[in-house]
Structure formats: C-alpha cells, structure tokens
C-alpha cells in the first residue's frame, strides 16, 4: 500500500489537504451525533421515504434509520481520521463519503417541495430545505479531492496522460 498517499506526510500544496480530512473528521461526527436524536430522525424521515437509493432504510422505523446513518456517519469519520495513517483508510472514508453527500444532493431532486422548476424568470427556486441540502455540492467536491489525493500516484497519472 505504499503507492497509496496520505496528506499528512505530503509535501507542498498537497499538505493542506490533511486540514480538509480533519474538518470532515468533524462534519461527519457532528452529523452522526444529530442522528441520535428525535428532532434529527423526524427531520429526515422525509428524505429516506422519498429516496430511490435509501428508502430501504424505511424497514428499521424512523429513529432504526437515523441509528443506521449515524452510526455509518461515525464510521466515515473513524475511517477519514485513520485516514491520517492509513492511505487504504482515507481512501476509503472519503469514497464512502463521496456516497453520502451525492445521496444527500440526490434529495435536492427526490423529495417533493425542494425545489419547484418553472419557465418563468425564476426557473428554480428551493426553499429553506433545497437551501440546507445545496451546501451538500461542497461537502462532496471535498470527499472528491481527499479521494483523489489518497489514491496511487500511477493512477492520478493515467488520468492526466
């Protein structure tokens, strides 16, 4: 695994990115901890009913759904954070956090009331949900490039050529 790379021990512009891994570290805790709570497993009820990826969850109750994506949340962020030793690790955690956030975008389109298209001289607007999932497009740009960085140098390579 030694091809496989890790932030921390980068040079240059490549070692900033281990303040990325850490912010996301701290995301995904944040979103698992919210998860564990009433108010959080209400709140996305919503978006697992109405999701052609996850309303499978559906089977486990509101709050067994919640558990499920926090406790996959927690295990994002412990994989990022050994991410930090573990090239294998980072790769592996941002990749599962690229899943995550392109299934949250995915909400922007699947729950009903997000988001109303028109022709008129507003062709879309979203409301205060729409809003909170579009913040989503960055938190997957950063699971993109943490990805990217922890993957072999020949592979990054043969995408250049």
């Known amino acids: 695994m030694k091809e496989f790379n890790v932030a921390e021990v980068g040079g240059g ?22 998860k564990f709570t009433l108010q959080s497993a209400q709140g996305i009820a919503q978006f697992i009913s109405n999701s052609p990826f996850i ?5 486990f109750g509101p709050r067994g759904e ?11 962020a412990a994989l990022l954070a050994a991410g930090s030793f573990s090239p294998v690790s980072s790769a592996l955690g941002s990749f599962m956090g ?11 389109f699947t729950t009903p009331g997000v988001v109303k ?4 001289s507003d062709p879309m607007a ?13 938190l997957l740009c950063v699971c993109v490039v943490l990805f990217l960085a922890s993957l072999p140098q020949s592979v990054v390579r043969l995408r250049t050529e």
């Open 55 to 59: 309303s499978w969850l559906s089977v």
């Open 126 to 138: 979203w409301n205060l949900t729409g809003e909170f999932l579009f913040k989503d497009i960055v």
């Open 98 to 108: 690229m899943v995550t956030f392109a299934i949250t975008w995915s909400f922007f």
């Open 117 to 120: 298209w028109s022709l008129s």
């Open 13 to 34: 512009s490549y070692r900033p990115l281990a303040i990325l891994r850490w912010v996301m570290v701290i995301i995904f805790v944040s979103f698992g901890m919210q």
């Open 66 to 76: 919640a558990y499920v994506l926090g406790v996959a949340e927690f295990v994002i």
